[in-house]
């Protein structure tokens, strides 16, 4: 079997923002279950804006080669004005460069979506969102989102997650992605 490779996307322009932290902390897990794994965050993801034809600069042509040599996809998103951050937004456009790939866009892919917010509504209506996006992008979002209220101080603690059944589910997304990468491969060659 071949070494997977998992490419997250998440946060926002700050280094180390609790989004970033939560979509690089799955990254890790899945590193743990024997993937590679590629993030990009903070900086990374001030990408032009995307413009179809366009010639890419040197971050998003990176951005792009990740996502063809995806073998599952994590999403991480603020919750900005009830919705995904611009930023992230921005980012998955860049997507479309996949369009006419023998796999178009995420086909068959699972993508593992975490939304973080000040508050419930907005954390949940952006996980919603971000789940919807994956289909549209013909991904499957894994059984498990997650969606984190992080006006509760306690889920860090010195820039890591630190609460213990938002660790599971971190745990569990990771083995949801690996699961369905590994049995999308072994039907690939039946
Ligand atoms: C422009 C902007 C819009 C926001 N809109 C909402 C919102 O509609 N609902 C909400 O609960 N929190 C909102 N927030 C708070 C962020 O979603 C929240 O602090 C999030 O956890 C930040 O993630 P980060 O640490 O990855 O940057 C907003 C923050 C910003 C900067």
Redesign the pocket.
């Known amino acids: 079997m071949n070494q997977l490779h998992i490419v997250g996307i998440?946060?926002?322009t700050?280094r180390g923002?609790?989004?970033?932290v939560v979509t690089r902390g799955i990254l890790a897990k899945t590193a743990e279950l024997g993937c590679t794994t590629e993030m990009f965050a903070g900086p990374e993801l001030a990408l032009p804006p995307y413009e179809p034809g366009a010639e890419h600069s040197p971050s998003s042509a990176r951005l792009v080669d990740a996502f063809r040599k995806a073998d599952a996809v994590v999403i991480?998103s603020?919750?900005?004005?009830?919705s995904v951050?611009g930023l992230v937004k921005n980012a998955l456009d860049y997507t479309e460069e996949l369009r006419e790939d023998d796999r178009t866009y995420f086909d068959g892919l699972p993508v593992g979506c975490i939304a973080?917010?000040?508050?419930w509504?907005?954390?949940v209506s952006?996980l919603s969102t971000l789940r919807q996006i994956t289909h549209a992008l013909r991904g499957w979002p894994t059984p498990l989102g997650i969606a984190?209220?992080?006006s509760d101080r306690s889920l860090f603690e010195a820039g890591e997650v630190a609460d213990p059944a938002v660790l599971n589910s971190m745990m569990s997304m990771a083995e949801q992605l690996v699961f369905f990468a590994r049995s999308r491969e072994v039907q690939q060659t039946c």
């Open positions: 998440g946060g926002s700050r923002s609790s989004t970033e991480g603020p919750g900005y004005h009830g951050s973080t917010a000040f508050g509504q907005g954390a952006t984190l209220n992080t």
